[in-house]
């Protein structure tokens, strides 16, 4: 099937610095991705859905300045937490979605990154 | 809103003992239901997927048919192996209101002992 990488799976940052995690389709074009967040023992959070060469589209109360999403190509996507603090510690996801919208669509997921700010 | 309830865990079995996971769900449109599988250290896949009423999804020994009538869509395999240790997701996709996005249960760990 499709894969899905996500790079780094671990960063550990300094409160107040800014992390970019990359997503990347390998052997597909990925019209939209999707970027999930993941607390302990609890559901993924749909963050924002973000179209190659538009403007990503965010969930309420997710910040827009806060969490920076880039769809420049087909199969690059990346989340940037800008002055990342120890509430935004958490397990990143991303999917892929390769064809159009409806019920015969997949989405494939990365392996995630996990957050950890001090 | 749409919203995914699952069955609590963690989920212990003896190899070969049946398993069932309970999924139900809240949606205002027609959606399609999904189960995911995480295995430790890697991405969600898909695991198998009904879009309509009464179909069956089935895939590696698992089923679970989307039944409209109680709102569910249990996950269920007849004898479980060591190696169906993961953690499994119920997800619905609802095409009018949320454009296909996911949403997603809280997830259910099952741990497989041999």
């Known amino acids: 099937g499709a894969v899905v990488s996500q790079h780094p799976s671990w960063v550990i940052c300094k409160s107040g610095t800014s992390v970019k995690i990359e997503c990347r389709s390998l052997?597909?074009?990925?019209?939209?991705m999707f970027w999930y967040r993941q607390f302990p023992k609890q559901s993924l959070m749909l963050m924002a859905t973000?179209?190659?060469?538009?403007?990503?589209?965010?969930e309420q109360g997710v910040e827009k300045d806060k969490f920076l999403i880039n769809h420049a190509s087909l199969t690059l996507s990346t989340l940037t937490v800008t002055s990342a603090h120890p509430e935004d510690s958490s397990f990143y996801i991303c999917s892929a979605r390769s064809g159009l919208a409806g019920p015969q669509e997949t989405q494939y997921f990365g392996p995630g990154t996990r957050l950890l700010v001090l | 809103g749409n919203s995914v309830t699952q069955m609590e865990g963690p989920v212990t079995l003896s190899e070969e003992a049946f398993l069932t996971i309970n999924c139900t769900y809240t949606?205002?449109?027609?959606?399609?239901l999904f189960w995911y599988v995480q295995y430790p250290g890697e991405g969600l896949q898909l695991l198998l997927k009904?879009?309509?009423?009464?179909d069956k999804g089935s895939n590696k020994g698992f089923e679970a048919t989307y039944r409209k009538e109680t709102t569910s869509f249990h996950l269920e395999k007849g004898s479980v192996q060591v190696s169906d240790s993961a953690v499994y997701f119920c997800a619905l996709s609802d095409e009018e209101t949320s454009g296909s996005r996911l949403t997603f249960g809280e997830g259910t760990q099952l741990t497989v002992n041999p």
């Open positions: 973000s179209n190659e060469g538009s403007k990503a589209t965010y």
């Open positions: 052997d597909f074009q990925a019209t939209t």
């Open positions: 009904a879009t309509k009423a009464d």
């Open positions: 949606a205002t449109g027609y959606p399609s």
